[in-house]
T-cell receptor, first 113, second 110 residues
Framework: ETGVTQTPRHLVMGMTNKKSLKCEQHLGHNAMYWYKQSAKKPLELMFVYNFKEQTENNSVPSRFSPECPNSSHLFLHLHTLQPEDSALYLC????????????FGPGTRLTVT | GIQVEQSPPDLILQEGANSTLRCNFSDSVNNLQWFHQNPWGQLINLFYIPSGTKQNGRLSATTVATERYSLLYISSSQTTDSGVYFCAVEGNTGFQKLVFGTGTRLLVSP
């Protein structure tokens, strides 16, 4: 148990669906992150929020839309995804962005059909 | 941006054996972490070690920042040590983000 939870743990969605991934951290951190892990590829950073402000969008397609309503919660809204978006989506948090240890949630395994 | 290389890519051990995993990086860092990813995908923090040496049970790690490498030692390996070990670094110049290596896949057989 790392103090970072993610729901759902598994998600199957069609290309026309809209769904959301949720992340919550109980560590009192101020930075939250979304990462994508595809088969045979290293983890890729998608988005960073530091003190609720988005500080990084790593050239992510607009069909992925993040939302950070407060420092404890992070969402990833999904719409009109493609099969190549199937992956493990990991959320992380740290005390603040830059030089601090990151803690990861268990991930959401997404399959797009 | 900063580059991270891990070796070996794959490692097979008998239970009880010792091993050393290596992480090379291309620039000075202000964050270096070792993770173990279990079969369910969970990334478990092993060490936060931008420099120096740390030990936790059968695991220890050393980072020589001036020579841009880190080593993870696993002693008396157990089958539960199987999984993928990732090194991730954050450079101290430019944008602050954690860059992951491609991992070392470890299989410990009984």
């Amino acid at each position: 148990e790392t103090g970072v939870t993610q729901t759902p743990r598994h998600l199957v969605m069609g290309m026309t669906n809209k769904k959301s991934l949720k992340c919550e951290q109980h560590l009192g951190h101020n930075a939250m992150y979304w990462y994508k892990q595809s088969a045979k590829k290293p983890l890729e950073l998608m988005f960073v929020y530091n003190f609720k402000e988005q500080t990084e969008n790593n050239s992510v397609p607009s069909r992925f839309s993040p939302e950070c309503p407060n420092s404890s919660h992070l969402f990833l809204h999904l719409h009109t995804l493609q099969p190549e978006d199937s992956a493990l989506y990991l959320c992380a948090s740290s005390q603040s962005q830059g030089g601090n240890e990151q803690y990861f949630g268990p991930g959401t395994r997404l399959t797009v059909t | 941006g900063i580059q991270v290389e891990q070796s070996p890519p794959d490692l097979i051990l008998q239970e009880g054996a010792n091993s050393t995993l290596r992480c090379n990086f291309s620039d000075s860092v202000n964050n270096l972490q070792w993770f173990h990813q279990n079969p369910w995908g969970q990334l478990i923090n092993l060490f936060y070690i931008p420099s120096g040496t740390k030990q936790n049970g059968r695991l220890s790690a050393t980072t020589v920042a001036t020579e841009r490498y880190s080593l993870l030692y696993i002693s008396s390996s157990q089958t539960t040590d199987s999984g993928v070990y990732f090194c991730a670094v954050e450079g101290n110049t430019g944008f602050q983000k954690l860059v992951f290596g491609t991992g070392t896949r470890l299989l410990v057989s009984p």
